[in-house]
């Protein structure tokens, strides 16, 4: 063992850790994000062991044991003390390592709780407070120091002041942008944390190029495969219909390391299974990134299932709202950028419905165009208006490959036959004769309530038919089995079978049901839901058609949410009825629903750029609060009240499967009972949760406990 192996970097309850074992890790893998970026290697190993050197204080090694209870009004930042030793650094390496060390917690200033470095400075003494016994633990730290290769000196008490004051005066005096050094610190530092200081085998895997010429392949049910992929143009806008072949052509057009982003958790839960499949054998590492990709990976070696939200994956599908952080300058915003930099992102069925959603994917592929990243863009459902918007932010024509088929080919995808209903009764019949026939029917709503009420009365009418509910407010680790159930067995049985859902399954899930009936949605996400319908694309199948039922939007805006009732009403005035729906012809429907770009202006949000220019200061991040008010998606878990006391004591893969995601905004007025864990999960009644039709919203009261307590 070390002889400062009783200095701890991490906590007793975590492993116990040395200070010199966890900056050591820190430093391994800066050394390679920093390599990747172009940025000086010795230079991020230099700030990697500095970095946490501050906790060799006697005041943060309390904090450390098992038992410590921290003292009211009292503020120790570890990184504040770990300035003080900056004069070990040639004169050209300071400001660097400043970005490293300064802000890797707490925003510089504005921090939530007043807690960043120039909070402190503005509000008392920070430097007495930091600095106490700084003669007798820095002679640790330089110990320390020295184990891990840095040339020391003795630093008196009035060095290290001054090393503190020159940080002040930096960090006082920086300009707009973001720090690339700071990026490189908190991706190294998140991961060697997150890998208990295992990382040596997982430095060879980081920054891999993935080999996509498995996606050479050409098959003439697939037009797109025989479309020429090597234009010499940066970014990439191709326009096809669901099964043409988008997804082996988007990554063909990639020449480095992938981003691949879709809308929704199942449908990028099946791309990864794609494209791992894909690429086995290869080399390439390919992650998910959302909040159940342990589950999703939970068969995998530990070390593999921590990496999945980490830097330097070849290939990581993630949604839109992971890379939102970049937009707003939420905690973490440097790492995404340190991640993305340079790569291929590829984003695949961009909605339009939202408008909030729509600016962020706007503002998401300008920030993405100043990283110099290589941008590739596929939809089959994107009004004229937002095409042309995107085609200029990427600089036009002459740097952007556009990709369209021409109405022959579109007529070959033609599948569906859609009719109009008034109401969900009047689809009865059709589902009636579907289910004598042995037919696979989807049900969709765009309300999980109403999702349940459909799924039980459906239960009532057919009480013989295999059945399921998928939507987005079951536990994680029961939605992970029902969208495994989903495909492997719904989709691929002999004999009739209703899924009833919501959203989740517009996008790029591999299912090819015969029937569908469902609410009428934007016509955008229409058209991606009819992809669920007749969607396996044989010979024999090219020239068939099958049913779907739209029931007409409700009169009340409430009932239309999460949609505007306007876009409703025109999507459905749009629709054929009972006629076949062409292909060639949706472009017409959209640029009708979506004649003009309307989007929300993000910058009462903070967005970080605008207008091609960073508009936040270098070190500072907003509060995570501003992109979760923006988006209003699962920003919040509900665990219930049986499952607490598991919760409050399970690993992180544990408390994953129990947590249902909700809205924040749904639950925060209940006056339900919160843990205090990281996620502050709110504890919902039993009496709110069932296993077959998920979240009870109704119930999640306080006065539904079983015990009284939180009445």
């Not at 009462?604 to 070190?619: D, P, S």
Request: net charge negative; proline share 3%; aromatic share 8%.
């Amino acid at each position: 063992m070390t002889k400062y192996g009783h200095i701890l970097g991490k906590h007793e309850d975590d492993g116990a850790m040395p200070l010199s074992e966890h900056l050591e890790s820190v430093a391994s893998v800066a050394v390679v994000v920093a390599g990747n970026l172009g940025l000086d290697p010795a230079l991020a190993r230099k700030g990697a062991i500095l970095h946490d050197i501050g906790k060799t204080s006697p005041m943060f090694q309390q904090k450390m044991k098992r038992g410590y209870v921290m003292k009211p009004g009292f503020i120790f930042r570890h990184e504040i003390a770990s300035l003080f030793f900056l004069s070990l650094l040639a004169d050209d390496e300071k400001d660097a390592v400043i970005d490293m060390i300064a802000a890797h917690h707490k925003s510089l200033y504005n921090d939530v709780r007043d807690l960043g470095l120039i909070d402190l400075e503005d509000n008392e003494d920070s430097f007495s407070i930091h600095s106490k016994g700084f003669e007798q633990w820095s002679a640790d730290a330089l110990g320390i120091l020295e184990e891990c290769g840095f040339a020391t000196h003795d630093i008196s008490l009035n060095e290290a002041r001054a090393n503190y004051d020159y940080a002040v005066s930096y960090c006082e005096n920086l300009n707009l942008g973001y720090s690339l050094w700071k990026g490189v610190l908190m991706a190294s530092d998140q991961m060697a944390s997150a890998l208990g200081g295992n990382v040596s085998g997982e430095l060879k895997k980081m920054f891999v190029v993935p080999n996509l010429s498995f996606y050479n392949r050409v098959g003439e049910l697939y037009p797109l495969s025989s479309v020429c992929a090597d234009d010499i143009r940066k970014h990439t806008l191709v326009s096809a219909p669901t099964g043409a072949g988008k997804t082996d052509f988007l990554l063909r057009r990639c020449k480095g390391r992938v981003f691949y982003t879709l809308p929704f958790q199942a449908s990028i839960n099946a791309m990864y299974d794609r494209i791992n499949n894909d690429l086995l054998g290869t080399g390439a590492q390919v992650r998910l990134q959302h909040a159940t990709s342990n589950l999703k990976v939970k068969g995998q070696k530990l070390e593999e299932r921590i990496m999945q939200r980490h830097v330097g994956a070849s290939v990581k599908v993630m949604t839109p709202h992971q890379m939102a952080s970049i937009v707003f300058g939420v905690k973490g915003y440097e790492a995404m950028i340190a991640d993305l930099k340079w790569c291929d992102v590829i984003l695949d069925e961009i909605h339009t419905y939202s408008d909030v959603i729509q600016a962020i994917v706007l503002r998401i592929i300008e920030i993405l165009d100043s990283l110099n990243c290589r941008i590739h863009i596929g939809t089959a459902t994107m009004p004229t208006c937002l095409y042309n918007k995107i085609l200029d932010l990427l600089g036009g024509s002459d740097s952007v490959y556009e990709v369209r088929l021409d109405d022959k080919v579109l007529d070959t995808f033609d599948r569906h036959v859609v009719n109009k209903a008034e109401s969900f009764e009047q689809c009865l019949n059709a589902i009636q004769t579907a289910v004598e026939s042995r037919k696979k029917i989807l049900v969709v709503c765009n309300q999980v309530k109403r999702s349940q009420e459909a799924y039980r009365r459906l239960q009532d009418l057919f009480p013989e038919v295999k059945m399921m509910l998928l939507h987005s407010r079951f536990k994680r680790g029961a939605r992970q089995e029902k969208e495994t159930l989903l495909k492997n067995v719904f989709n691929t049985m002999d004999g009739a079978c209703i899924v009833v859902s919501t959203q989740v399954v517009e996008v790029s899930l591999d299912i090819s049901f015969d029937l569908m009936v469902t609410e009428c949605a934007p016509i955008d996400a229409l058209v991606q839901r009819f992809g669920r319908i007749n969607r396996t694309r044989t010979k024999d199948t090219i020239g068939n058609y099958k049913p779907v039922y739209v029931i007409a939007p409700p009169e009340d805006e409430k009932e239309a949410l999460p949609y505007s009732q306007k876009v409703l009403e025109s999507s459905f005035d749009v629709l054929p009825d009972g006629q076949l729906m062409k292909e060639a012809g949706i472009q017409k429907m959209l640029d009708k629903v979506y004649p003009d770009l309307a989007v929300e202006n993000l910058d009462y949000a903070g967005a970080a750029f605008f207008e091609g220019k960073w508009q936040m200061t270098k070190l500072c991040h907003r509060a995570k609060s501003a992109l979760l008010e923006t988006l209003d998606i699962d920003s919040a878990v509900c665990v219930t009240d049986s499952d607490k006391e598991n919760y409050k004591t399970g690993y992180a893969t544990e408390r994953s499967e129990m947590e249902i995601p909700v809205s924040y905004h749904s639950v925060r007025h209940r006056g339900l009972e919160q843990i205090e864990d990281e996620m502050r999960p709110f504890v919902i009644p039993d009496k709110a949760y069932d296993g077959e039709l998920g979240l009870l919203i109704d119930f999640a009261k306080p006065e539904y406990y079983v015990t009284s307590e939180f009445i």
